[in-house]
């Protein structure tokens, strides 16, 4: 009979705060959303107007914390509101997920966008 326990180095409320997306101020928001022209760039190359609000978020939280994340649309709507008001302005949008390949895809853009290679 085999017999599995499974040590817990990190509580759950750790493994959330490592793993989960970073929570943000409004003034925290306002700078770490704002893009540079070569980043705005990209962001401008995705034709889904919701793939290009999550770049930015995702963008916006691997700048804050170099982490690949997939959150869903409900953990980080508040941030994707910002997005939306402030930052690229436009008609309104439903709430969404991305697949796991649309969420790569995003991610390797941020790689290059900063520089980062994976290991």
Do not use: W
């Not at 970073?22 to 022209?37: C, E, H, V, Y």
């Not at 034709?47 to 914390?65: C, D, E, S, W």
């Amino acid at each position: 009979m085999a017999y599995e326990e499974r040590v817990q180095i990190l509580s759950d409320a750790e493994q959330d705060d490592f793993y989960g997306p970073p929570i943000f101020t409004s003034n925290d928001q306002r700078f770490i959303f704002a893009l540079n022209d070569k980043e705005l760039a990209v962001a401008n190359k995705f034709r889904n107007r919701g793939q290009r609000y999550m770049f930015i978020v995702l963008l916006g939280y691997f700048k804050a914390k170099p982490v690949v994340l997939n959150p869903g649309f409900h953990q980080i709507k508040h941030d994707l509101k910002h997005v939306h008001e402030t930052v690229l302005p436009g008609p309104g949008f439903r709430p969404f997920n991305l697949s796991q390949k649309e969420n790569e895809r995003i991610y390797k853009r941020i790689f290059e966008l900063c520089e980062y290679q994976r290991a």
